[in-house]
């Protein structure tokens, strides 16, 4: 069965970084793009970063432009999300995300920002 497993959130000041894992497994990861989301307290999930099977296409949300970096490994099964520059409103939970016949998510990792 597809499996998402995000690790790497925390507690950071603001202007400080953290890179986000996700290994997947179940499912033939280079045949799929990958996205991260995140969802802050009273407020919709949102797509932070996506980024093609092949990991040549990359797209951001205009609000983690030139902050963050989407990649994967597609021999370790892994997507990552480097963040730099975090600022408060970065707080929130971040999910990995696969578009399949359905979406499937992780459990989610804690972000947060603050002083």
């Known amino acids: 069965q597809v499996q998402l497993v995000e690790s790497g959130g925390g507690l950071v000041q603001p202007g400080g970084s953290l890179r986000l894992s996700c290994a997947a497994s179940g499912f033939t990861f280079n045949h799929y793009a990958m996205r991260w989301y995140r969802q802050a307290p009273g407020k919709e999930r949102e797509l932070v970063a996506s980024?093609?099977?092949?990991?040549?296409?990359?797209n951001y949300a205009d609000s983690v432009k030139g902050r963050f970096t989407i990649s994967r490994d597609n021999d370790k099964n892994m997507v990552t999300l480097q963040m730099n520059s975090l600022k408060s409103e970065d707080t929130a939970v971040y999910y990995c995300?696969?578009?399949?016949?359905?979406?499937?998510w992780g459990q989610g990792t804690q972000v947060t920002v603050s002083s």
């Open positions: 980024i093609s099977s092949t990991g040549v296409n990359t």
């Open positions: 995300n696969v578009q399949r016949t359905i979406n499937y």
